[in-house]
């Protein structure tokens, strides 16, 4: 989310509670509003006779939840934290850098708002939309409000958020501000106060669907019966003006522009974009063409008339803004500029959000709308202005200190600082930083937060009781129509943490649902179930991205490459351990094969040299994630590309891989010295680590849809796994490993065919029993026929290849109806017919050959896969409904 405004709370002290008094909320702190309550508590006096009556709503809340019990309380929010963490919901701490992210908080409790307080808010959100709507027509029009001096220049062409690009820029649809929020504090007066506002990139949308749904279960009689307005028909009305509004008229293609899975609220974008029925995109995904925006797909280019927008608008563009990013699309603005692109919002709208802006809106109001301001905002005073400044220092020790810019490329910043909690000497200094560099801050009247309940549950100091904590709430103005907008009848409420004197989640704070009642009867639309006729269903054929198949092309092969290493990994680590470690060919062939695939560094001394020391560097690389092709980089990897096409995977699916690599990592992070992990322990991780990869490739063989991108996964398993067994085979007849039983064992196990092969041959070490089941048998899912007849058939159904014929890209791949067992099975001629003790040749060539066609092939494919449909390269490019 964006910078939160700093916001004192002040700690309610915890009572001792007697074991037989009936469980209530505790009052909240003196100045604060007291939510429960509804009124300003003045001072925390022992005389206090007992706690005040609840509000009428909050009443009826408590009433329907019956008598309050803290072990029902406390399953309440062990079932809420289990949904929320089942569900995936998770927010990503700046407080915690480099930290993964967390899951979302949710406190049990909802903050409710009367339908008289909500009238307040909504009659003062709708215009303060307007005005900014007029505000940023005008600055980036005639600026007239710069020539009258109504705005300082400063404020504008000096803020980073001020898009020179965008000047004389017409909206498509004659709207800039599709999205605005606000945020609120509750103030001891009983009214409700702006503290700041948000129109670049507002996040929570997603969040507080999350919340509602979450609570709205845990608590559905209070909910039903308390007239809790719903949320879907204010999420219809902007997804319909969107389209309405766009190019491409009620059919338009709309988007969800993210930055990434590393962005902190990534899980909000990929859960708005399926709420909403949104293509979820990265800049990477497009292209712009003839001042045209298309989405890169595997059936080749698909327009997109509109984008929501989910980034800071500097990185949108490298050709006209940030040069370094690489998050935007080259040719963006232009498109939008062009009129071919609606942008919800409008590029250029940041500047919007200084807080330096507030102190000069109800001027603003006065004259472009003709009205005063009826949702007040705290005073404010930019020090860019003598005036100001000289009124705003004697003020620091009861204000909030704030950057009137963002950080940018060519500032740090700072951090928003309250001067109650700063020292006479601090204040001196942060007063002479403001006299030097006035325009850089702002100072804002500080007002204590209302106070909410909030259960503590669990081992705190508080546990088993309803301790009142500071809540700033964020309401969120949506387009409906031209210049016209609605309220969302709910919110984001932010909760300050107990050691917290901020209401942020980026300090750790929490989150709240907001319930606002209503007199009338509430509006039941909604977007979770929407009403299809025949036609839709038959038009809804979801698009798979580039980079979304580029994603699960590699998380297949990753996949394959991770359960391959692993099996290798075991059936060296048992052959060293078991009877036939000093067998020379057997050693050989296992050096090799480590060494090929990544497992030991290349100087460690050959197998025969020093068993013991080549043992300790195998088990040591297993968990690094830093040393190409171990287990624990390849299951990193297989993370990251699931991450980043996590709206794709079941949470089952996706929770196996999360364990997969927890359990490596962590085994790996509690050894001092990793080489020193022994071998059968090393042995018991890797069977663990294997049947939790076999449930991984379960979820993808038989819990996603067969569509093109799970086409690109599997044929990313396929090409790995030609390209492993091939090498196998090769390196085997090379080490000549196959001559003696345990070699002939071990390939059988690392195909992960010994039952297999002793059901067909029982007891049998022939050569061409060996091919016929390892090669030729298409029975076999681990045989080279198998895998290479699988995937010629998976390129030949890939988009853009004809029905019923093989691909151009499908005859790469050798045709195992051409191979023959007596054919493989002719050995070379020698000087010498030299066989083994069981009769292998020394030599067989059209094997070998095959081998290497099979090798050959699995490189030849994935570069053309990544030419055609990744990076789109290829010769044949198409724009599909163009």
């Given at each position: 989310m964006s910078q939160d405004p700093t916001t004192p709370r002040a700690q309610a002290p915890a009572l001792p509670m007697p074991d037989d008094a009936p469980l209530r909320p505790a009052a909240a702190a003196p100045g604060h509003l007291d939510e429960v309550h509804h009124q300003a508590v003045r001072s925390a006096s022992a005389d206090d006779t007992g706690p005040p009556p609840m509000a009428p709503h909050w009443a009826s809340f408590f009433e329907h939840l019956g008598p309050l019990d803290p072990q029902d309380l406390n399953r309440r929010a062990s079932r809420l934290q289990r949904q929320l963490r089942d569900n995936g919901v998770t927010y990503n701490v700046y407080a915690d850098a480099g930290g993964p992210p967390r899951p979302w908080s949710l406190d049990l409790f909802p903050l409710i708002v009367t339908p008289q307080s909500w009238r307040q808010i909504e009659a003062g959100v709708l215009q303060r939309t307007r005005l900014l709507e007029r505000v940023m027509a005008d600055i980036y029009g005639p600026q007239e409000l710069l020539r009258e001096g109504l705005i300082p220049p400063a404020l504008v062409q000096g803020h980073p958020g001020y898009l020179r690009a965008m000047r004389g820029a017409e909206p498509v649809g004659g709207t800039r501000l599709h999205i605005a929020a606000f945020d609120l504090a509750h103030g001891p007066d009983g009214n409700w106060w702006l503290v700041s506002q948000r129109t670049q990139a507002p996040s929570g949308l997603g969040y507080l669907l999350e919340n509602r749904i979450a609570i709205s279960q845990l608590f559905p009689e209070a909910f039903e019966n308390m007239h809790a307005q719903r949320l879907g028909g204010s999420y219809r009305a902007l997804v319909d003006n969107l389209k309405a509004s766009s190019p491409g008229g009620r059919d338009a293609h709309i988007a969800l522009?993210?930055?990434?899975?590393?962005?902190?609220?990534?899980?909000?974008?990929?859960?708005?974009?399926?709420?909403?029925?949104?293509?979820?995109?990265?800049?990477?995904?497009?292209?712009?063409?003839?001042?045209?925006?298309?989405?890169?797909?595997?059936?080749?280019?698909?327009?997109?008339?509109?984008?929501?927008?989910?980034?800071?608008?500097?990185?949108?563009?490298?050709?006209?803004?940030?040069?370094?990013?690489?998050?935007?699309?080259?040719?963006?603005?232009?498109?939008?500029?062009?009129?071919?692109?609606?942008?919800?919002?409008?590029?250029?709208?940041?500047?919007?959000?200084?807080?330096?802006?507030?102190?000069?809106?109800?001027?603003?109001?006065?004259?472009?709308?003709?009205?005063?301001?009826?949702?007040?905002?705290?005073?404010?005073?930019?020090?860019?202005?003598?005036?100001?400044?000289?009124?705003?220092?004697?003020?620091?020790?009861?204000?909030?200190?704030?950057?009137?810019?963002?950080?940018?490329?060519?500032?740090?910043?700072?951090?928003?600082?309250?001067?109650?909690?700063?020292?006479?000497?601090?204040?001196?200094?942060?007063?002479?930083?403001?006299?030097?560099?006035?325009?850089?801050?702002t100072v804002q009247a500080y007002m204590p937060l209302s106070?909410?309940?909030?259960?503590?549950?669990?081992?705190?100091?508080?546990?088993?009781?309803?301790?009142?904590?500071?809540?700033?709430?964020?309401?969120?103005?949506?387009?409906?129509?031209?210049?016209?907008?609605?309220?969302?009848?709910?919110?984001?409420?932010?909760?300050?943490?107990?050691?917290?004197?901020?209401?942020?989640?980026?300090?750790?704070?929490?989150?709240?649902?907001?319930?606002?009642?209503?007199?009338?009867?509430?509006?039941?639309?909604?977007?979770?179930?929407?009403?299809?006729?025949?036609?839709?269903?038959?038009?809804?054929?979801?698009?798979?991205?580039?980079?979304?198949?580029?994603?699960?092309?590699?998380?297949?092969?990753?996949?394959?490459?991770?359960?391959?290493?692993?099996?290798?990994?075991?059936?060296?680590?048992?052959?060293?351990?078991?009877?036939?470690?000093?067998?020379?060919?057997?050693?050989?062939?296992?050096?090799?094969?480590?060494?090929?695939?990544?497992?030991?560094?290349?100087?460690?001394?050959?197998?025969?040299?020093?068993?013991?020391?080549?043992?300790?560097?195998?088990?040591?690389?297993?968990?690094?994630?830093?040393?190409?092709?171990?287990?624990?980089?390849?299951?990193?990897?297989?993370?990251?590309?699931?991450?980043?096409?996590?709206?794709?995977?079941?949470?089952?699916?996706?929770?196996?891989?999360?364990?997969?690599?927890?359990?490596?990592?962590r085994t790996f992070a509690e050894l001092d010295r990793p080489a020193e992990y022994g071998a059968l322990e090393a042995l018991d991780l890797l069977r663990n680590i294997g049947r939790q990869m076999a449930a991984i490739t379960g979820a993808q063989t038989d819990r996603m849809t067969r569509d093109d991108g799970w086409r690109l996964l599997s044929i990313g398993r396929h090409v790995e796994r030609l390209g492993f067994l091939a090498a196998s085979l090769d390196l085997a007849l090379e080490a000549g490993s196959l001559a003696d039983p345990a070699g002939f064992e071990a390939m059988l196990a690392l195909f992960d065919s010994s039952i297999s092969f002793r059901a067909k041959f029982q007891q049998s070490r022939e050569m061409p029993a060996l091919v016929d089941l390892l090669v030729l048998n298409r029975d076999n899912p681990r045989s080279l026929a198998w895998v290479a007849h699988t995937l010629r058939g998976r390129l030949a159904k890939l988009a853009g290849s004809e029905p019923n014929e093989l691909s151009p890209m499908s005859l790469e791949v050798p045709d195992p109806a051409r191979w023959s067992l007596a054919h493989l099975c002719t050995s070379q001629p020698a000087l010498e017919e030299a066989t083994d003790d069981v009769g292998v040749p020394t030599a067989w060539p059209h094997l070998l050959e095959v081998l290497e066609q099979c090798g050959n092939a699995s490189h030849a494919v994935s570069e053309l896969i990544s030419a055609t449909y990744f990076t789109h390269s290829g010769a044949s490019e198409q724009s599909v409904g163009a």
């Open positions: 522009l993210t930055p990434g899975p590393y962005n902190e609220t990534y899980f909000e974008h990929a859960y708005l974009a399926r709420y909403l029925g949104l293509t979820l995109v990265q800049g990477g995904d497009m292209v712009v063409r003839d001042e045209r925006l298309y989405l890169k797909t595997l059936r080749g280019l698909v327009p997109i008339h509109g984008l929501l927008k989910r980034m800071d608008d500097a990185f949108l563009d490298p050709l006209e803004l940030r040069a370094d990013s690489s998050l935007g699309v080259p040719g963006l603005l232009q498109a939008v500029r062009a009129g071919n692109v609606l942008m919800a919002n409008m590029p250029g709208s940041a500047f919007l959000e200084s807080p330096a802006l507030l102190g000069f809106l109800p001027a603003l109001s006065r004259q472009l709308l003709g009205e005063e301001l009826q949702l007040a905002a705290l005073p404010t005073w930019w020090c860019g202005e003598r005036a100001a400044m000289d009124a705003a220092l004697p003020r620091l020790a009861a204000c909030a200190i704030k950057p009137t810019y963002p950080p940018g490329q060519s500032s740090e910043g700072f951090q928003s600082v309250l001067g109650r909690e700063l020292s006479a000497r601090e204040i001196d200094e942060w007063a002479g930083r403001i006299a030097l560099q006035g325009d850089d801050h106070q909410i309940p909030t259960w503590q549950g669990g081992s705190t100091p508080q546990a088993g009781q309803i301790v009142p904590r500071s809540a700033m709430l964020r309401v969120f103005a949506v387009s409906n129509g031209p210049q016209s907008w609605r309220v969302l009848p709910g919110g984001l409420a932010r909760v300050a943490h107990a050691r917290a004197e901020i209401a942020a989640m980026q300090r750790g704070g929490s989150s709240a649902d907001v319930w606002v009642m209503t007199d009338a009867k509430p509006d039941r639309t909604t977007l979770l179930a929407p009403a299809l006729t025949v036609e839709m269903v038959a038009q809804r054929k979801p698009l798979v991205t580039s980079r979304a198949a580029e994603n699960l092309y590699w998380l297949g092969r990753y996949t394959e490459r991770t359960e391959n290493t692993i099996a290798l990994a075991r059936l060296t680590l048992e052959c060293l351990g078991g009877e036939d470690q000093t067998n020379v060919r057997l050693l050989a062939w296992l050096d090799a094969m480590a060494r090929f695939h990544g497992l030991v560094l290349p100087d460690v001394p050959a197998l025969e040299q020093s068993r013991r020391v080549f043992e300790r560097s195998l088990i040591a690389s297993l968990g690094s994630e830093s040393q190409v092709c171990s287990v624990g980089y390849n299951l990193r990897a297989v993370r990251q590309a699931g991450s980043s096409v996590r709206e794709r995977l079941s949470l089952e699916h996706w929770q196996l891989i999360e364990r997969a690599q927890d359990e490596l990592a």
